[in-house]
């Protein structure tokens, strides 16, 4: 777990499961004679990804962004994935003294598997919410494709994860930016799905940004590398023009989701375009 303070907002960025995904899918258009000196593919092409989600404390709140992944859909699930420590958030939050049920808001900045997971838990022969005291904040756009899937989305988007938070009436439905906590915000981000949203930090001067699926990895800064995965590629790269030039500008720190060995970086800009620089806490 690593630990930084943007203003007066305490920032813990947690790690969960350990997978692997597809390298031509993750890179997309870019080709495997340049993808490969990024990330190392093993036999399966797969390369290795972290799943990061971020814990913040503002405005008296613990703020949950990202629920991690899960063993709910057993052995072959994990294989096909390679996830290993499925789960380990859990006990880097007791490291710091919480349960589930001390989290006031969960952040779900999409909810696919990978970022959802655990939204609930099996218990008792049940699956029911893992953060009972918690709201969950979706945007509207996402909920809906999110329990109206279709053939290129329905492999992301598991019902176990979706349906008993909805069924308690936990979900809040957002649409477009918001305040969450004093120095919290909201910020859509669509093009891996419609309804993605980032967490954007800004207090004292300082920002950071937690930027979902837009960026997965430092190696995804470059506007071209945008993922496979991707429902809307091009409105991935509208977004991240968008969006670049400001925080390069305010020197944001860019917080993302996937990336293995690095939890921060910055956006640069060179002869080439825009690229990631790591920062070292």
Known sequence: MNYLRVGKIDVYLLEDASFRLDGGAMFGVVPKV?????????????????????????????????????????????KIYGI???????????????E?????????????????????????????????????????????????????NKASYLPENIAPIAEAGLFVEIE??????????????????????????????QTAVYTADMVPTLEHVPLPYIMAYDLY???????????????LEKGALLITPHDPLNPLGRIAHGERGYYAEAVRL
């Open 100 to 152: 589930p049920k001390d989290i006031d808001v969960v952040v779900n900045t999409h909810l696919h598997f990978d970022h959802a997971g655990m939204n609930t838990i099996s218990r008792d022969g049940s699956i029911v919410p893992m953060f009972t005291n918690a709201q969950y904040l979706v945007q509207k756009q996402e909920l809906y494709d999110a329990q109206h899937p279709h053939e290129r």
């Open 34 to 78: 340049i993808w490969r000196r990024l990330s190392d593919a093993d036999e399966m092409n797969r390369i290795p990804l972290l799943v990061r989600p971020m814990l913040l404390r503002a405005d008296g709140k613990w703020i949950l962004v990202e629920t991690g992944m899960d063993d709910k859909q057993g052995e072959k699930h994990r």
């Open 84 to 98: 290993t420590a499925a789960g380990k958030m859990l006990s880097q939050l007791a490291e710091l003294g919480l």
């Open 233 to 247: 590629p091009v409105t991935t790269l509208e977004a991240r023009k968008e969006h670049y030039q400001r925080w």
């Open 176 to 205: 477009g930016e918001a305040e969450i906590a004093e120095g919290v915000k909201l910020l859509p981000l669509p093009g891996h799905t419609l309804g993605q949203q980032g967490v954007v930090i800004e207090s004292e001067g």
